[in-house]
């Protein structure tokens, strides 16, 4: 008997298997053996290889969205709408996000990861297509809302096949190596969006978004794995599917830690909604600089994802999610205060530490909200998902509502997220503590 498969017989839950020499990191494989939701076929998968991929499918949602936030005046003007219309096409963008996950969830409990991740890949390219002829401001939006329900197929897909793959631990090292190929996104956007608008109009925006997913389908079609056999895949009415979302929303242990997640991601989306009014009018950065300073902050993200990565060979997933959390809300508390200087030095400083804090919370809670979602993988990570881009568009839709021409909103609301985060997080471990308690 060969050492794998005496591996094989130890009945471990999850097994990672690297190849006798490790001089390349990055080819490192994976083979799940017992896992609930093992690979189908048994060959290995290179993790460069999926974290690559899978990263690119959830770049949908920033590409789509902070691409082309520095073509707001020229929208309004193209469609002769008003500024609250073309931010209505951003909110309603972030509530597909959020609705579609939930169609997803039970979609790919039941018919494997593979098969619904293509068809809303191709989907989010057909309608990011069709928006370059949209020929009023109400087809423009509705297109989004479209091609948002196309485009959240990767992230909850995404999410689903780490979790068939690897324990708590690996799942948040994972997401943490995710957030680095998605980092280049909000980077890579703004600055992209910029230069193709002093080219061309919106419009080649969203054809450069219909050609990227194309691409993307390819890539996964041929390169992702299929990670839930159909032995372990679940036929359920809709009654189940409720039932199960009901069991997960009840769930301490899930729904804690993705209310602090979702939270803390609420931050970001602040961030995007409010960042071109205090940045390009008030500051008066021009779209091309716009697009640095927005970059400068991702790159603090993927700094941070790094450092979570490092941080995880010592410590546990809950201890980093607390200490990171506090770190974000001194952060943004000083930002808030130094808003009285004007200067838009002074407020870059602790806002960009504070956002930089965001994959380090992210990762941890949503790493430790999966892991306690047992064989309702798919459904879980549609609740996850949900509650993000939930929060999201609550979150954006407050910035443009508290609208005062500074950048308090904003800063505000960042510092709001922070806060009801730091709260979750604190009743769910003194509720968890207090039940501990009683049992002894």
Not at 418 to 434: P, Y
Request: aromatic share 10%; charged share 10%; proline share 5%.
């Amino acid at each position: 008997m060969g050492w794998r498969d005496r591996r094989l017989d130890a009945g471990d839950r999850r097994h990672r298997y690297r190849p006798a020499c490790r001089r390349n990191r990055q080819l490192e494989t994976v083979m799940p053996s017992t896992a609930p939701h093992a690979v189908a076929r048994q060959t290995p998968v290179n993790i460069a290889r999926l974290t690559l991929v899978l990263g690119a499918l959830t770049a949908f949602a920033p590409f789509a969205t902070d691409m082309y936030l520095a073509s707001f005046p020229a929208l309004a003007a193209s469609f002769h709408a008003d500024s609250g219309q073309v931010q209505l096409g951003l909110s309603l963008f972030f509530v597909g996000l959020a609705v579609g996950q939930l169609f997803y969830g039970p979609l790919i409990d039941r018919y494997g990861r593979k098969l619904p991740l293509l068809a809303g890949t191709a989907f989010f390219a057909a309608t990011s297509f069709l928006i370059v002829f949209a020929p009023d401001i109400e087809s423009f939006i509705a297109l989004r809302l479209l091609q948002a329900i196309g485009g959240c197929a990767g992230m909850i897909v995404s999410r689903a096949i780490i979790t068939d793959l690897f324990d708590e631990r690996e799942t948040a090292r994972i997401l943490s190596l995710m957030m680095t190929v998605q980092g280049l996104a909000p980077i890579l956007a703004p600055v992209l969006g910029g230069y193709i608008l002093t080219f061309a109009d919106w419009r080649a925006i969203f054809l450069f978004l219909a050609v990227f997913g194309a691409i993307c389908f390819a890539a996964a079609s041929a390169l992702l794995p299929e990670t839930l056999p159909r032995q372990k895949r679940q036929r359920m009415n809709l009654v189940g599917v409720l039932t199960i979302y009901v069991h997960l929303l009840g769930q301490r242990r899930f729904i804690a830690p993705t209310l602090v997640g979702s939270l803390s991601l609420g931050s970001i989306f602040a961030f995007i909604s409010g960042s071109p009014f205090v940045f390009m009018e008030i500051h008066q950065i021009s779209p091309q600089h716009y697009g640095w300073l927005f970059g400068a902050n991702a790159f603090g993200m993927i700094v941070a994802a790094q450092l979570n990565r490092f941080l995880l060979n010592r410590l546990s997933p809950s201890k980093v999610l607390a200490g990171a959390l506090g770190v974000q809300i001194v952060a943004i508390f000083v930002a808030l205060v130094t808003l009285t200087s004007g200067s838009l030095f002074v407020l870059l400083s602790p806002l960009w530490i504070s956002l930089a804090t965001i994959p380090l919370v992210a990762a941890n809670a949503t790493a430790l909200g999966m892991a306690a979602s047992g064989k309702h993988a798919g459904s879980a990570s549609a609740l996850v998902g949900v509650l993000q881009f939930g929060v999201a568009g609550i979150v954006s839709a407050l910035v443009g509502v508290l609208h005062d021409g500074t950048a308090l909103p904003m800063v505000g609301t960042i510092f709001a997220c922070g806060l009801l985060a730091g709260g979750v997080l604190f009743l769910g471990r003194r509720r968890a503590g207090s039940r501990g308690a009683g049992t002894r």
